[in-house]
């Protein structure tokens, strides 16, 4: 019922900055709640950002905070994560992810809809 396609990654040098984005298809988008997650080689996914599920705040995790930040663009059905100060271990796959339901939204397992990734590397 929803899409979500992801874009932006690619190759930056450690320091650096990319803005990756998402649009969304299908139900209406700002019915639901959006966050990003990652996935490096060897580990399992992990929570990076979301907003709320009143969508009057955002979350981000302790590895990411001051550095990136998720935005929306409700008119365009897409939202956006822009990372700056990037660093080598912040090399992953990218995945936006929408979620129905109220909670925490930093599990993986809170998310209905999944995006196919984007991969990003952040050279030293």
């Known amino acids: 019922q929803v899409q979500l396609v992801e874009s932006g990654g690619g190759l930056v040098q450690a320091g650096g900055s990319l803005r990756l984005s998402c649009a969304a298809s299908g139900r209406t988008f700002p019915s639901y709640t959006m966050g990003w997650f990652r996935q490096a080689p060897g580990k399992e996914r992990e929570f990076v950002a979301t907003?709320?599920?009143?969508?009057?705040?955002?979350y981000y995790a302790d590895s990411v905070k001051g550095r990136f930040t998720i935005s929306r663009d409700n008119a365009k059905n897409t939202i956006y994560l822009q990372m700056n100060s990037l660093k080598p271990e912040d090399t992953a796959v990218y995945y936006c992810?929408?979620?129905?339901?109220?909670?925490?939204?930093?599990?993986?397992?809170?998310?209905?809809?999944w995006g196919q990734g984007t991969q990003v590397t952040v050279s030293s």
């Open positions: 992810a929408a979620r129905t339901g109220s909670g925490s939204g930093t599990q993986g397992r809170q998310y209905r809809y």
């Open positions: 907003f709320s599920w009143s969508g009057d705040s955002t």
